[in-house]
Each structure stands twice: as C-alpha cells, then as structure tokens.
C-alpha cells in the first residue's frame, strides 16, 4: 500500500520559482500595510488574516487506534489524548459582519506533543489552521500579490475590488469567497487548503462536524437579515448546549499531476484521493466567548501552521509565504499593542481562568435567532 504514496522529498513535490523570496517580501509589506490601515480604523493592531475573532473552544484531541501504516505518521503514529485549545475565526482582512458569505476558519493549539519541533521551543505544543473551503485565491506569492495589491488600492472601495477579482484570469478561484455558503460554524467543513509533511508522506488536512446536532444545520444558511454578531452569538449558544465533536482526517498525495503542492488553487479531488480519519476532537458545553480567553489569544498567543513537529512541516509556495508574513505580522501587531512578546502556553493550565460575561440582552438577539431556527 506504502507504495502508492509520494515522499515527501521526492523530486517535484516543491518547487519554488523564481524571485519568489522577492515577492513573499513585497506581500509581507502588503500585509504589514493593511494591518495599519485596520489600525487606524479600530485603533487596535490586528493580525494580517483571521482577524475576527468568532469563538475560543478547550476540549480533546484523539488520535485514533489501530491506524494503518500510511496513515500512522508524526503525531499520529501513536494513539493518545491531548489537550487542545481551538478559535474561530473569520479571516478576510478587513472586518465584516457575519451575515455576509466571507471565508472562516480555526486554528488550533495541540498540548503535550512530543517530537523535534521546526522552531526547536520545547513546550510540546503542534499547529493546525484550517479555512471553509478546500482552496484558496492566494494560490502562490505571486497571486498572492496581486490580489493583496488590488485591495490596498480599493481598502475602502469594496465594489471595485470584486470588480478587479472578476477581470482576473482566474476569477472564479479569486471571486470564490463571495459565494462560499453562510454557514453557522459548529456545522462547516474546515480544510488545510495547503500540503504538509506527513512523517514520510504528504498530506492535506480536513475538519468535519461529527455531532448529530451540527449534521442538522449544515443546510440551515445565515440570513442576509440576521445580526451582524451572529456567528460568535451563535456558536457561543450551541457550544454551551451541546458536545461539540469533529474527525481529524488526511488527503494524501499519491500523484503530482492531480495533486500539485505548489499550487493551492487546485483542489485534490475528494473521491479519487478520499479523507481518511485519523483522529476527532471533542468539546464538552461550555462558553465559547469568555473575555479572558477571548482577548488573550487576540492580543498575547499566536497559531501559526510553522509552529509544530518538523514531521508536520508545511509544504509549497504559500506555506514558505506564510513562514516570512505571519512571522512579521506577528511582531507588528506586538509591537503596536505594547507587548514585548507572544507567549506559547504550555498547557492548558495557562489558559486564563474563564469568568463568565455579564449577560447584556441586545436589541436585536442573535441567540434568539438560532433558537427560533433550530
């Protein structure tokens, strides 16, 4: 079976093109720019991407037993149960209401992972981020680029923006985000969009809701209508009604012409090259928009797809741009926030102890719009 799987050092699986150091430069700049831009409208530093903060989650991550060969690698190639800590978020780079379709995302922080990391810290932590939908428009620097320098021309002209999306070559990957379905977030699928270092092999990640309760609103989609909020309202009232539970599945690459790594705008085609699960991850009721926790992965922690095992290690143009950019976004947003530095938790006892919000009632109740839809 091992056969049928590509190494992940095997001639073509990266290729990196020319001047491309140059030009995951000039996007870093880009981003950098755009943070400040957000700055000025919010008088607060932001990340580049995945500004939005939509819900925090503690729960378990479980690495399933009996595992084949293929799928036994890095952190999988044992079972066991680790702490993890997750966030929801939405990523586009400015901030939108939630009643707009937009792309969302998690990002998660593994606990008590052993293995040589990629940045050699010792705090046993793995990184894992994941987007709605199994592309992404920011395909390779270079596109990257271009598409980051049409919005910082129109920041404050949207239309326009669409408009140049639309005229590109490859509009319908870049007009993608504006037509991804307005799901509440405890029922979407999540993806790694990227490829990475899968022990011996190369893999992309995917994130699916398990509990029958999420099953039940994948089809349920936001009204243009409902509050801006009502994503994080939303989520915060399924999370404190139910357990929450979603598999942990890899992609493996088993051929480059099908499945490029260099190129993120290609999707790897789920019925030939299927998701297998490796593991899931469970969330008892609880709070998902405690302050504390909330404001402390805003400001103070970072998730970064670098940060883990180095048998995990990120693979392809976007994921070398994503090394440089995050990395220098990160010291900006600090920076500008007052901090010295981002603090890696070591365990879930360095979460903040959660106090719950007071209860404000809004005029217009966003919780009371998903009872009234369940």
Same mark, same amino acid.
């Given at each position: 079976?091992?056969?049928?799987?590509?190494?992940?050092?095997?001639p073509?699986?990266?290729?990196?093109?020319?001047?491309?150091k140059?030009?995951?430069?000039?996007?870093?700049?880009?981003?950098?720019r755009?943070?400040?831009?957000n700055?000025?409208?919010?008088?607060?530093?932001?990340?580049g991407?995945?500004?939005?903060?939509?819900?925090?989650?503690?729960?378990?991550?479980?690495?399933?037993?009996?595992?084949?060969?293929?799928?036994? $690698?890095? &952190? %999988? #190639?044992?079972p066991?149960?680790?702490?993890?800590?997750? /966030?929801?978020?939405?990523?586009?780079? =400015?901030?939108?209401?939630?009643?707009?379709?937009?792309?969302?995302?998690?990002?998660?922080?593994?606990?008590?992972?052993?293995?040589?990391?990629?940045?050699?810290?010792?705090?046993?932590?793995?990184?894992?981020?994941?987007?709605?939908?199994?592309?992404?428009e920011?395909?390779?620097?270079?596109?990257?680029?271009?598409?980051?320098?049409s919005?910082?021309?129109?920041?404050d002209?949207?239309?326009?923006?669409?408009?140049?999306?639309?005229?590109?070559?490859?509009?319908?990957?870049?007009?993608?985000?504006?037509r991804?379905?307005r $799901?509440? &977030? %405890? #029922?979407?699928?999540?993806?790694?969009?990227?490829?990475? /270092?899968?022990?011996?092999?190369?893999? =992309?990640?995917?994130?699916?809701?398990?509990?029958?309760?999420?099953?039940?609103?994948e089809?349920?989609?936001?009204?243009?209508?409902?509050?801006?909020?009502i994503?994080?309202?939303?989520?915060?009232?399924?999370?404190?009604?139910?357990?929450?539970?979603?598999?942990?599945?890899?992609?493996l690459?088993?051929?480059?012409?099908?499945?490029?790594?260099?190129d993120i705008?290609?999707?790897?085609?789920?019925?030939?090259?299927p998701?297998?699960?490796?593991?899931?991850?469970?969330?008892e009721?609880?709070d998902?928009?405690?302050?504390?926790?909330?404001?402390?992965?805003?400001?103070?922690?970072?998730?970064?797809?670098?940060?883990?095992?180095?048998?995990?290690?990120?693979?392809?143009?976007?994921?070398?741009?994503?090394?440089?950019?995050?990395?220098?976004?990160?010291?900006?947003?600090?920076?500008?926030?007052g901090?010295?530095?981002?603090?890696?938790?070591?365990?879930?006892?360095?979460?903040?102890?959660?106090?719950?919000?007071?209860?404000?009632?809004?005029?217009?109740?966003?919780?009371?719009?998903?009872?009234?839809?369940?």
């Amino acid at each position: 079976m091992s056969d049928k799987y590509i190494k992940w050092d095997a001639p073509g699986v990266e290729v990196v093109q020319p001047g491309e150091k140059e030009k995951i430069q000039e996007v870093s700049n880009q981003f950098q720019r755009m943070q400040m831009m957000n700055f000025n409208e919010h008088h607060h530093c932001l990340r580049g991407t995945h500004l939005k903060t939509q819900g925090c989650v503690m729960g378990k991550f479980y690495v399933n037993d009996n595992l084949p060969a293929h799928l036994a $690698q890095g &952190m %999988f #190639a044992k079972p066991g149960a680790y702490d993890v800590i997750m /966030r929801y978020s939405s990523l586009t780079p =400015k901030l939108v209401p939630d009643n707009i379709p937009a792309p969302r995302g998690i990002g998660m922080k593994i606990f008590g992972v052993e293995g040589e990391k990629i940045w050699g810290e010792d705090k046993h932590t793995q990184d894992w981020t994941m987007n709605n939908y199994p592309v992404l428009e920011l395909r390779d620097p270079k596109t990257t680029n271009e598409i980051a320098d049409s919005l910082e021309r129109n920041w404050d002209d949207l239309p326009t923006f669409a408009k140049e999306c639309a005229a590109r070559p490859d509009a319908e990957l870049a007009c993608l985000p504006a037509r991804l379905p307005r $799901q509440h &977030m %405890f #029922a979407m699928p999540e993806y790694s969009q990227s490829a990475y /270092r899968f022990g011996d092999y190369v893999a =992309k990640f995917g994130v699916f809701p398990l509990g029958e309760e999420q099953k039940k609103w994948e089809d349920k989609l936001i009204g243009e209508n409902e509050p801006i909020n009502i994503i994080s309202q939303g989520l915060r009232d399924f999370h404190m009604k139910h357990k929450v539970t979603y598999s942990f599945c890899a992609q493996l690459l088993q051929n480059l012409d099908d499945q490029p790594v260099d190129d993120i705008g290609i999707e790897w085609d789920a019925n030939k090259y299927p998701f297998e699960q490796l593991g899931y991850l469970e969330f008892e009721p609880q709070d998902s928009w405690l302050p504390e926790f909330r404001v402390w992965w805003d400001d103070r922690i970072t998730v970064n797809s670098w940060h883990g095992l180095k048998v995990h290690q990120p693979l392809g143009g976007t994921n070398r741009m994503r090394r440089v950019v995050y990395a220098e976004s990160r010291k900006l947003r600090l920076r500008v926030n007052g901090h010295k530095d981002y603090i890696e938790p070591a365990s879930v006892n360095e979460v903040p102890a959660p106090v719950a919000p007071p209860q404000v009632p809004a005029r217009q109740s966003a919780i009371s719009t998903v009872e009234a839809a369940a």
